[in-house]
Structure formats: C-alpha cells, structure tokens
C-alpha cells in the first residue's frame, strides 16, 4: 500500500512538471530550460497506471495516453485548462457511475468536484461497462489540486476470485469429509454396538438350547434341541467371519492374487455345500454353469463373495428355490445368485451393499440379518475390480450378481490346475474346541403356574426361552414386536422379559414400560450385552432387574423362582 502512495507521489510530480513544461512551452517555445519536456512526457506516457492532475481551481492540467485509453475519450475532450466537472459529467452521461433515472447527473459531479476540492485522499474500484475493474487512487497536491492514479486491476480480480473460489471449494471439502468422517465414526459405533448385541445373541440361544436339553429325556426332543443348538452355533460362526473379514480388510491384510483358472469347479463345491443347508430348510438350490468358464480373478476372494451372496439367499428365502448360474457376456463371465425371497423395496435396494446397512425384508427378520456379509461383498469386488449388481423385486425375489473379466485360452489348462488345489486348501475347515461350561447343569425346578411373557426380536433366542421355561413347566408367551407383547398382556402375565436392543420403535426399557402401564403389578426384567452402569441405574430406577446376556440359567430361574414365592405369599 505505501508502494502504491507512493508511485501515487511521483506521478503528481511528473504530471506537475509536465503540466510546467506544457504552459512553459507555450510562453517560451524554444527555452533552453524546457528541452527535457519531451522526455518527460514520454516517461509519463510509459507509465503503466492512467494519470489525471488537477489544479487548485479544479481545471485539467495534465494526463497520460494511458488514463484517455481507459475511458475511452474521444480526441479533443481532454484539454489543459478544461473543468475537471466536464470530464466527471461527460463520464457520467455514458453512466460509468450507473444509470437508472434516479440518477441525479449534477449530483455526482457535485460530490467528485467536493472531494477534491476539500483534499479528501481517496481510494476505490469501479467496474466499467467493458467488464474492467479500475482502481482509483486520489490524492491533493501540496499547493492545491489533485491527482489521481488509475490502475486496471481485472486480472488481479479475476485471480483473487479464482482464488477465493479454490479457498471456498477447499473449505467445502474439508468441512464435507469432516461431515462424512463423523458420520462413518458414529455409523461405526452404531454398528459395534448392535453388532456386539447380536454376536451373543446366538450364543445366548444356544444356552438356552442346552440347558433344556439337559433336562430332556425323549429322543425326538433332544434331537431337535440339538439341531437348534447347531443352527445357533453356526449363525455365531458366520457373524465371527464376517467381523474377521472386516478387521482384515481395514488392516490391509486381504491383497489380491488373480490367476487364470476355470470357475466351473468352484461353483459346483458351492451348490454342494450349500446344498445340503437348502435340503434342510426345505429349499431347492440348483447350478447352472456350462464348462469350461475360464476367468481371471482371485479364487479365494470371490469364492467369499459367492459363499455370502449364497449365505444371504439363504437367510431370506422361506420357501422355493436358489439359483447358483454362471453366464457369459461380452468378455466377462456373469457370476448370478438368485432366490425366491421376499424382496427388496427400491427405496433400500440403492443402500443393499452399502457398510453397516441392514434391511428388514418381512416382519420379524430385523434379527437375521448383520449387516457385514454384502457390504463384505463390495469391498472384495472393489480389491478384485469387479463390477457388483442388484436387482429385486418385492413378493418375486432378488438377484445378486458379480461380473468376472474371461481369461486368456493360452493359461486356462495350467491354471485349472492351480485353481483346483486352492479351491481344496480353502474348503478344508478349522476345528473348534468347545469352550468349558463355567456354570453346573441347572437343576430341574418347577415353575408351574408362572406366566412368563417374553419379547425378543430374535427368533432362535424366543425359541430357546420357550424351550428351557416349558421344561421348568412355565407358561411362555413369545412376541417378536412391541405390538405382538401389548396384544398379548390379555393373558395377564405374571413376569417380563424383554430383550433391550428390539430395533423397534421402542427400545426394551421403554417397552417394558409400555406394557406395565396397563398391569403394574407385572414385575420386569431387562436382557442386555450392555453392562455399563448408567443403563442398569435407569434400569433400577424403573424397578426393573437386568440380566445380562447371555442369560445364565441359574440366574434366570432364581429370578423367576423369587418371583413365584412372591406370588404365592399374597395369595389369600
């Protein structure tokens, strides 16, 4: 800025001097004093910012080529000895200080002609019809008058604003991914809590299952009981995948390998793997593949691909068939899982794939699905370049489909070779050793007269608790949702049991509350893998009890036992 002032000084000086030299040169052409007028007049000239200098009674007394070339005046407008008012009025006909007919014409030049008539140091920007942007600079001489400096600063704007555009975009951007990292952080903890809920959620059945079967004689029974214990176990199995899968993909353990191999062997492993689920839950999966179908991928990550879209179809589908189909499209092979489940709404379809989503396809399934196995999906096909799709449609089922990119003829018989004795190492599978039971078996007590009603949104574990309290001779009521308990309160149940995580409109402590508002006297009881204190303060101060999951027997039949002696001790 002082720079500016400056230069501003200099040019009055020049345009004083200048201004001598031409009145000079009128009274005395040809002084010897006055031979370097032309030299400064051309320094002048050559000056880069547009130059006006007035005298004390306001008239026009020098100017460069370069201010006449910025206004565009017309030859003969600017004269020494001209009323600056004329230049300013001449200006503001041509409505370089706006237009309108509010526009008052004296007005303006009344208020320019003030300013420097009053010495007032002036500095502003005008924008010309041209699109040009002018800084004017003013300034009063020492001895009266005024200069001015005009500077054409269009580009320095059009950078600024350029500038200011990638400050404001940059701040965008930061301000979105700050939006977007706090929303997968929270999405996250969201997700680690529900997920943590339904890791035991198929533990705590499985000990339901147990310890009725314990105290099972029949064979049938015990045989279904085992079965149950089974299908639990093997839902845990599956979610403990799913979360490894995960923890190794954000570690950057999972890279892929892709080879050249025939896909047609793996598919057939698949079908006849998951075969035998289907068989068991009354469905029909069925392979449609012609070989060979040689492909270029990584065995092992799309095989885990493959095994949650069959997993999936399977979790959805109560009746009818799967399809397991392979088919060749313009240079890629299409990998298809299709099922007759009940369907995707459009609204949800988009978000199928997306981390941490969870559709509830059909009342009663919140609990079914973990959110991990398609999100999974994506992930591997994003390492291995795959194309992912999605289609469905409500009440006809869905299908889910991965496009493999066809390998070259030249590799296929070697790499079948490779590919079969991959295939074998992944399908050999990991024994486990069960974990020692830290609880004695439970006693058989009777309940007998006890009304129990139990609210879950997990069938297996409702399955259970009907299980292990019809063996204690308890009546149990079983509702999936908030809606199915409230209409069973009619039987007038005796205890509560309510699971906290419902996915409900209401969470467990508010159901419970819900359903003892028309029956008080119905003593509750909260299950819940949170075991932090604030949840079991609310809890307490509510009168209820919590039990943590996964349920200890023992615990819950000296619950429910306190509860009958209770009972019986007010009876008349």
């Not at 031979?35 to 009674?57: H, K, N, Y």
């Not at 001209?82 to 208020?111: C, H, M, T, W």
């Not at 093997?234 to 890279?255: H, K, P, T, Y």
């Not at 399809?323 to 990998?335: I, P």
């Amino acid at each position: 800025m002082m720079l500016g002032w400056l230069a501003l000084a200099l040019f009055a000086l020049a345009a004083v001097a200048l201004a001598v030299f031409r009145l000079a040169g009128r009274l005395r052409p040809g002084g010897g004093a006055l031979c370097r007028a032309p030299d400064l007049l051309a320094t002048l000239d050559c000056i880069e910012q547009g130059v006006s200098v007035v005298d004390a009674r306001m008239r026009l007394v020098a100017w460069n080529r370069q201010y006449q070339r910025l206004f565009d005046y017309p030859e003969g407008l600017l004269q020494v000895g001209r009323p600056v008012a004329d230049v300013i009025r001449f200006n503001a006909r041509r409505g370089k200080f706006g237009s309108g007919p509010g526009l008052d014409i004296e007005a303006v030049v009344r208020k320019r002609v003030g300013f420097m008539r009053a010495g007032t140091v002036h500095r502003s920007q005008r924008t010309l019809r041209s699109g040009r942007v002018l800084e004017l600079r003013g300034r009063p001489l020492p001895r009266g008058g005024y200069v001015t400096s005009y500077s054409d600063i269009t580009e320095f704007k059009r950078v600024q604003l350029q500038l200011r555009d990638i400050h404001d975009t940059f701040e965008r951007r930061v301000s979105a991914r700050t939006r977007q990292a706090e929303a997968a952080q929270q999405s996250r903890t969201q997700f680690l809590t529900a997920i943590s809920h339904d890791v035991l959620q198929p533990i705590n059945a499985a000990r339901l299952f147990a310890s009725a079967l314990d105290e099972e004689q029949e064979p049938e029974a015990q045989r279904y009981l085992a079965g149950r214990i089974n299908t639990s176990l093997r839902a845990a199995e599956e979610l403990l995948d799913g979360l490894l899968d995960v923890s190794r993909l954000n570690a950057g353990m999972l890279q892929p390998e892709p080879i050249d191999f025939d896909i047609e062997p793996m598919l057939r492993e698949l079908a006849d793997q998951y075969g035998h689920v289907a068989l068991r839950a009354g469905l029909q999966l069925r392979l449609h593949a012609r070989r060979p179908l040689p492909v270029r991928s990584d065995p092992r990550l799309l095989r885990r691909v493959l095994q949650n879209f069959l997993a999936n179809a399977l979790r959805y589908t109560r009746s009818g068939r799967i399809l397991l189909s392979a088919r060749s499209c313009r240079g890629h092979v299409r990998l298809q899982v299709w099922d007759t489940g009940p369907g995707i709404a459009p609204q949800q379809l988009r978000y199928v794939y997306d981390e941490f989503h969870r559709d509830a396809q059909g009342r009663g399934e919140q609990a079914r699905g973990h959110g991990l196995g398609l999100s999974i999906c994506r992930r591997f096909a994003s390492l291995l370049g795959h194309p992912l799709d999605a289609r469905s449609a409500i009440g006809r089922g869905s299908v889910f489909s991965i496009s493999v990119p066809r390998s070259q003829p030249r590799s296929q018989s070697r790499s079948r070779i490779r590919s079969q004795s991959q295939t074998d190492a992944l399908t050999q599978q990991c024994p486990h050793r069960p974990a020692p039971d830290d609880e004695p078996p439970v006693e058989p007590a009777s309940l007998q007269g006890l009304r129990v009603l139990c609210l879950d949104n997990d069938a297996d574990v409702l399955g259970g608790m009907q299980a292990l309290l019809s063996r204690w001779q308890a009546s149990v009521l079983c509702a999936a949702t908030l809606d199915d308990a409230l209409l069973m309160m009619r039987h007038q149940p005796h205890v509560l049991l309510v699971d906290y995580h419902l996915r409900d409109r209401l969470d467990g402590l508010d159901s419970l509350d819900a359903l003892r508002a028309a029956a008080p006297s119905v003593r509750g009881a909260l299950l819940s893998v949170d075991g932090d204190g604030a949840l079991r303060q609310a809890a307490r101060l509510r009168g209820y009890r919590v039990l943590a999951k996964p349920v200890k027997p023992a615990s819950l039949r000296a619950f429910l036992a306190a509860k009958l002696r209770a009972q019986a001790a007010f009876k008349p």
